[in-house]
């Protein structure tokens, strides 16, 4: 009896002190206290502000509160969250989301999470203002890390943010952990970029490594419970694929795992017809794609043929200025294309850049292919890149870890009639690398 009553003890204690020990975190990170705190938009970046954060299953209800931060007299508001139960492989969870709307356009506003009696740390986000037409994006390719050590990523993320403080938002091209299904992944990838996606939003792609991990269904379930996502796209891929408008752009995600979620049917048919249509009704200046597996990759063997010839025909036909692709672990820059042709400026075709990388796993069967005007084999530390719009230039900064500069890209535009598309480097210039190559049709 003594002996019961003891280990009963002993397991109450534990049960106290486990969220304070890295062991138990380790094992699932999830404790009565909020964590994973993410920024995203899942409508009006000006007007509304997305928060989610998970708990362990001992907490059922969840609240936002927020106030203006310039105005100190502003009393602070506060929103009640829905939330679901959500068990990984590790630990029971509850996962909650609140969206706040009503909000100022670019407004500065804090925040915190919490269930009315523990509560995360302050936190603030800014919000867009809708007659912008100057700002700065980020862009990481995969930053999965087969070892389960994020350690890269979490150094990649913060000093991006470091030194561009001004982002409004960043994007993740898929593959943003190896294992999909793995809460020890996702638990160290969450950790990694706490102090950034907590400040920014992070809008994210689905990849191939999102959907793996699990026997039963290759659904990136692990992704779709944890980010809260504009919920316009297409029936059956809603949340995997959306598009949402910043200042003068307009950015769209799809989904390229085809083969991986082959048994739910054919997933690439409706959204080649939901994207044709997202993009015809978008009168933003700029357009940018963004989907994972690449049109044209710069990894030694890799095609992917059955999403190019579904997406690239329709992004073509609407003049997609930049599409960000990723998969390959290496940096590529095409020429301008169009039906699988080298045009020679940027006003008569789409430019598909490959994302490199912002995770440990590099590729050295990587290279420049002939559709490349630039390539960059990140081999010795990850990258990712700035992007810089205004009203006239669509600039493409890509970037190491430590900071140091590998390339920068114009594209230019009138600033009327959005006609007049131009490299910011002379054309002349740019031929003289490879001439042969911009014959409509080589390359093919
Ligand atoms: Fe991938």
Redesign the pocket.
């Known amino acids: 009896m003594k002996k019961r009553f003891m280990l009963a003890v002993l397991i109450l204690l534990f049960a106290l002190v486990c969220p304070a020990l890295s062991v138990c975190q380790a094992a699932g990170g999830a404790t009565a206290s909020p964590d994973h705190i993410t920024l995203t938009w899942t409508d009006n970046p000006a007007t509304t502000m997305t928060v989610t954060w998970r708990t362990d299953a001992t907490i059922t209800k969840g609240f936002v509160e927020y106030q203006k931060m310039a105005v100190p007299s502003d009393a602070a508001k506060r929103v009640k969250a829905a939330s679901f139960g959500f068990t990984t492989d590790i630990q029971a969870t509850r996962l909650f989301t609140a969206k706040l709307t009503g909000l100022s356009p670019n407004t500065k506003y804090s925040y915190r999470v919490g269930d009315g009696s523990r509560w995360s740390g302050k936190h603030a986000f800014m919000t867009a203002d809708p007659k912008t037409k100057s700002f700065k994006f980020l862009v990481f390719g ?1 930053s ?1 890390s087969p070892a389960d050590d994020y350690s890269l990523w979490g150094k990649i993320v913060h000093n991006a943010y470091n030194v561009n403080p001004d982002a409004k938002f960043m994007v993740n091209v ?2 943003l952990v190896d294992v999909g299904q793995d809460g020890a992944h996702w638990n160290s990838w969450f950790a990694a970029a706490e102090g950034v996606i907590d400040n920014i939003p992070e809008m994210p792609v689905v ?3 999102e959907t793996s991990g699990s026997p039963d269904t290759r659904r990136p379930a692990y992704w779709n419970a944890q980010f809260r996502l504009p919920q316009n796209g297409p029936v059956g891929l809603k949340n995997q694929v959306y598009s949402y408008d910043y200042g003068p752009v307009h950015l769209v995600v799809l989904d390229s795992q085809q083969s991986e979620q082959k048994q739910y049917g054919d997933i690439l048919t409706p959204q080649v017809k939901w994207l044709d249509a997202d993009l015809a009704a978008s009168k933003a200046k700029w357009k940018i794609v963004f989907y ?2 690449g049109s044209y990759s710069v990894k030694d063997g890799r095609k992917n043929k059955k999403v190019k010839n579904a997406f690239s025909p329709v992004i073509e036909k609407h003049h997609i200025d930049l599409v960000f692709n ?3 672990h290496g940096v590529g820059r095409t020429y301008p294309i169009k039906g699988d042709a080298y045009m020679p400026e940027p006003s008569k075709g789409t430019i598909y850049y490959v994302a490199g990388r912002s995770g440990t796993k590099a590729y050295d069967d990587v290279h420049k292919r002939e559709w490349n005007t630039f390539f960059y084999n990140p081999q010795d530390q990850p990258n990712y890149f700035v992007i810089d719009v205004t009203d006239t230039t669509l600039t493409v900064k890509t970037v190491n870890m430590d900071g140091t500069l590998v390339d920068t890209f114009v594209i230019k535009k009138n600033n009327n009639t959005g006609r007049l598309n131009r490299f910011a480097r002379p054309l002349a210039l740019w031929l003289k690398s490879d001439r042969r190559l911009v014959a409509a049709g080589a390359g093919r």
């Open positions: 995969d999965q898929g593959d990849g191939n490594h994972h597996k990723a998969h390959d």
